[in-house]
């Protein structure tokens, strides 16, 4: 089996979008070429309506694909809706990435949000909650989140090893069966703390 | 689509001359060597050809031959089978910064245990400097396992002055020759080492194959336990065809190698002296003459190594590279980071590892059509695009909110 699914491979050698918008709205950016992997997203925005999307991305195949699939995604969308495609959302789009491409590679839709983000604070719309799915407290608001190994996405329930304590037996079923929904239908979890903000 | 197989550090083509010695022992010969009966025997002295074969490619006698399944096995076997036995004379080992990694993990695994590991640094061509081995040294110390060449920048390291030195420590020094045999001749007493691995899948030979040599009176203590094979010290059924082939192997490089490097080290003068002149912005790692004859290591500026392997793959050039992104530890190769390769540089870089199979057709239309790869990926660039637009690098772009401290659930083993 190749490394990557055939869609990656496609988005990947044919990728949309590649490019800038020089009049662009908003402009965001993730990454840092020290990890390997940057990506610049650019977003014309017209009654609310993502109307253009372009990126430049510096990285290895599945960071180029899930640029390309990103805008994609989030052409067309109001702009709520395209701040609610998530990374994990575009890994299924992509037909699943290896599990070690899902943390750094999979930063199309933070990028795509930071753009988002800065076109309505551009406007002078106050962000209440500018977190990112890769971000998401568990629900005690204890920082600590599990996060789906193969797929990256988070499973806002505290982790066994929560610092502030709440493992309820409750919490802990809902562990056992929970799915992130991602393509490999994984219950498989790790804990990750993530500083809180 | 022609494949044009550039990742010979990697693996290599079987040379049908192998395959051929191999195949009755995998068909009709398939007996135990240590069985005495008379389909045993037939293995038996297989083993011996081989055996000798193989002692003779590095010009060792036959009883300092130790027959092992790969070169990973070979580092290992010599540095714990060398700590084990000399413990008692001393917890300290030296190795450097850019050996592979069944060295560094090994010398990791006996720090655990309590030994000293000492990890000499190299400078940005890739050399150890002796100064620092001298410094290095102590009384304590058992073992120096430094590598003969460098299979990623193809940096070939003075082992002889190394080794006086730790020989006149009264220290044992291993080398890592895996991926120098079969393109420079080895000969084990001119370099004074007192054990040397080397493995068969890297010249033309089948996987499964190294072997470690021991200098005959050199105390090693087995790593596989409960077995007569190899003189007790590797226990476990000896693969005999790959053994088989990997002798085949060091007689067809003995024969045939001086001729074989010189051409190989033309395709490598030419995609060296050629690939900047087509494309701007590449930096060439390693060192410009002690280096192997068959490596090409460059970082490309601005774009990443696997999107462009990826490319390479896609136009029929199987190529390898040290990114972040290319490895499953999602770091950048450690020998790059050894050498003071800058990170965001050193993520685009191209190891082209070459071989007899390979032609000067090859590398011709290598060049031709990799400029085009480059610019591509440049392109869509926003590192490039950057450095156009204000003529600076953007080492570490604003907004980058995935800092070093970003766990990519790195794993190296």
Known sequence: ?197 | MQITYFDNNSATQLDPRVLEAMVPFLKENYGNPQNMHSVGAVAKDALDIARKSVADFIGAKVGEIYFVSCGSEANNFAIKGVADANAHKGKHIIVSAIEHFSVLYAARRLEKIGFEVTILPVNQLGEVNSNDLKVALRKDTILVSIQTANTEIGTIQNIKELVLLTKANGSLFHTDAVCVAGLIPIDVNDLGVDLLSFSASQFHGPKGAAALYVKKGTRVTPQIDGGVQEEGRRAGLENIPSIVGFGVACELAKNEMIKNSASIKELRDKLIEELPKKVEYVYLNGHTSNRMPNNVNFSIEFIEGEAMMLLLDSKGFMVSSGSACASKALKMSHVLTAIGADPAVGQGSLLIALSKYNTMADVDRFLLEFPAIVKRLREMSPLYDHFIKTGERQVAGPGTDYGHEHDHNHNEE
Not at chain 1, 21 to 31: H, P, S, Y
Not at chain 1, 118 to 137: F, P
Not at chain 1, 141 to 166: H, L, N, Q, R, Y
């Open chain 1, 1 to 197: 089996m190749p490394f990557y699914s055939e869609k990656v491979m496609d988005h990947f050698s044919n990728p949309r979008n590649v490019g800038e918008i020089k009049d662009a709205d908003g402009v965001g950016e993730v990454g840092n070429p020290v990890c390997g992997d940057m990506m610049t997203f650019y977003v014309k925005v017209k009654d609310d309506i993502v109307t253009d999307i372009k990126f430049k991305t510096f990285g290895c195949g599945a960071a180029i694909a899930v640029s390309s699939m990103v805008s994609e995604m989030g052409k067309g969308k109001s702009v709520a809706d395209a701040m609610k495609i998530t990374n994990a959302n575009v890994a299924l789009e992509l037909g699943g990435l290896p599990p070690n491409k899902m943390h750094c590679s999979n930063l199309g839709a933070d990028a795509l949000h930071k753009a988002l983000e800065d076109y309505l604070t551009k406007k002078g719309v106050k962000i209440k909650n500018n977190k990112t799915e890769n971000q998401a407290d568990c629900n005690c608001g204890c920082g600590e989140v599990e996060i789906c190994k193969p797929c990256g996405t988070p499973i806002t329930e505290c982790a066994d090893d929560c610092s502030c304590g709440c493992k309820s037996e409750e919490s802990k079923q809902q562990k056992s069966v929970s799915s992130c929904g991602c393509s490999y239908g994984c219950t498989e979890v790790e804990s990750k703390t993530k500083a809180k903000k």
